[in-house]
């Protein structure tokens, strides 16, 4: 079965510095992986994804995320961060209707709490 | 152009209780799929619905049901509420239920509707 680990509830950082939220995956087949930020009671905002290609993906509001087949892993990386990015993240893959998955639809992890202190 | 809409924003039921939610997808989609985000949990897959069928159903009990309209909107009917119920329902809208083993699947979701059991 396809599944995500974030194995850090919260990310403290402070501000100007580079921030990492990691990110795990087991899936069946090629992954499709995606980070979602959420705010305060908000839903859920599509930061960027990794379909193919190059390992490092560059997304919305300077995030970027590399992809490492080796570790299975799809780290989220910002190389400065601002109080702003304090939010909920929240890695996801894409489920794998090729084996025996759903019709596609996302699988998330628990989400890592960022705290970005001035 | 008009994001994902859900309502209501908030909801309060009762035990025993029976709730309908409601979605509008991004003009042009044709998919919408629902989630559950319990707090300090990610979202977890309930439904996908396209051209009003279902095309894919997470791990819930029969008491959840959905349906699509015509115009793609969508309405998630949850009977005999029970206190665990309680949660944050996330709409999701894409093009097409999947798009191709090589398609990126982007989901857009609203901003979700509050149910809280008493």
């Known amino acids: 079965a396809q599944s995500v680990a974030q194995p850090e509830d919260q990310v403290n950082v402070a501000e100007g510095n580079p921030l990492t939220v990691k990110c795990t995956y087991s899936v069946s087949g090629n992954p499709y992986l995606f980070w979602y930020v959420q705010y305060p009671n908000r839903g859920l905002q599509f930061l960027l994804k990794?379909?193919?290609?190059?390992?490092l993906v560059k997304g919305s509001y300077g995030f970027e995320a590399e992809f490492n087949k080796s570790q299975t892993s799809f780290h989220l990386k910002k190389p400065s961060a601002l109080v702003s990015d304090s939010a909920l993240y929240f890695c996801a893959v894409r489920d794998n209707w090729n084996y025996g998955g759903s019709q596609g639809n996302l699988i998330f992890g628990k989400g890592t709490k960022l705290s970005v202190k001035p | 152009d008009a994001g994902v809409t859900q309502s209501p924003t908030h909801l309060i039921k009762t035990r025993g209780q029976q709730v309908t939610l409601r979605c509008s997808p991004i003009s042009g989609h044709k998919s919408v799929s629902w989630y559950q985000q319990v707090l300090g949990q990610g979202p977890q897959f309930i439904f996908q619905?396209?051209?009003?069928?279902?095309?894919g159903r997470g791990n819930f009990p029969d008491r959840f049901s959905a349906r699509q309209f015509p115009n793609y909107s969508s309405e998630l009917n949850v009977n005999a509420l029970l206190l665990g119920d309680s949660a944050l329902y996330l709409c999701a809208s894409s093009l097409l239920p999947r798009q191709g083993p090589n398609s990126s699947y982007e989901q857009y979701f609203g901003p979700g509707t509050r149910l809280t059991v008493t």
């Open positions: 619905y396209y051209e009003k069928e279902e095309r």
């Open positions: 990794y379909i193919t290609g190059d390992n």
